[in-house]
């Protein structure tokens, strides 16, 4: 598998604006923000999609998930509500190939979506 722009962010060799870390997982500012919040939770291992979830790696999405709620709750906006997003290959518009979650907060987001 290539390496991705996130290994980079994941081994500190490009700046990102890190606002969550622990063993498993890293929360950093999206470049590109949808949202007053928009900040992309990744696994610190290299799994280039949801389609290569499986039973060897699954445990990583429940530790974005804790994180999320973890970040949400440390911010303030876990009442307020926010949006979690992940995109898969071309249909879903994925342009970064090590999985990651969006995490969108701060206002109200649309529904449907596009
Ligand atoms: P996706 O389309 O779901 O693959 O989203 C990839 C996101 O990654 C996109 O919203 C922009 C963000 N992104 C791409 N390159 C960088 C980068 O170098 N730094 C940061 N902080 N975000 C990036």
């Not at 722009?5 to 490009?14: A, R, S, V």
């Not at 606002?19 to 610190?44: C, M, R, S, T, W």
């Not at 799994?47 to 699954?58: G, M, P, Q, R, Y």
């Not at 804790?66 to 342009?95: F, H, K, P, S, W």
Request: hydrophobic share 45%; aromatic share 8%; charged share 20%.
């Amino acid at each position: 598998m290539e390496p991705t722009i996130f290994d980079l962010i994941l081994n500190k060799e490009i700046p990102a604006d890190i606002v969550f870390e622990n063993d498993d997982v890293l929360g950093f500012k999206d470049v590109n923000p949808q949202a007053p919040i928009h900040v992309l939770f990744i696994p610190k291992v290299r799994i280039a999609t949801h389609n290569d979830l499986d039973a060897s790696n699954i445990d990583y999405m429940s530790k974005i998930h804790l994180a999320i709620n973890e970040y949400a709750a440390q911010i303030g906006e876990a009442a307020n509500g926010y949006r979690i997003v992940m995109n898969c290959n071309e249909n879903g518009q994925q342009t970064v190939f090590h999985i990651h979650m969006h995490f969108l907060a701060g206002r109200k987001m649309e529904w449907p979506p596009g």
